[in-house]
């Protein structure tokens, strides 16, 4: 029996049909919140980073218009924190060797594109606060 070759279009057949109301709006979580992250690598020991998060009276130095409840904190692996406005960011640190590591935060529960967007810009600039004043 000879193979018969499947086109593009018998393929797409087979795929089950997408609304645009099933695809998900970017940086949008299945809960239906959103959320923007960011990274950022600090030339400073990984327990020097986390402790920025942690040491409230440090991070007023770099952070102080944003009140964090911070609620679960792993030295120096991550961390999860409220903020007031009802929103949370996780935040994970991996060491790069012995002066140097990278910060993964994630600030989730935005209510919409807007928000990421704003988010999204406050963190780069918060970020580079905390840069300048540990490096």
Known sequence: MAKREMSKAD????????????????????????ATNITRIVAVPVERLFEAFVDESLRDRWLSDAKLRVHTAESPNSLRADLEDGTRIVVGFTAKGEKRAQLALVHEKLPGSRAVAERRAYWQEQLAVLRQLLE
């Open 11 to 34: 393929t797409s057949s087979m795929l089950p049909k997408m609304s645009d109301s099933t695809l998900r709006q970017p940086n949008k979580q299945s809960d239906g919140g959103f």
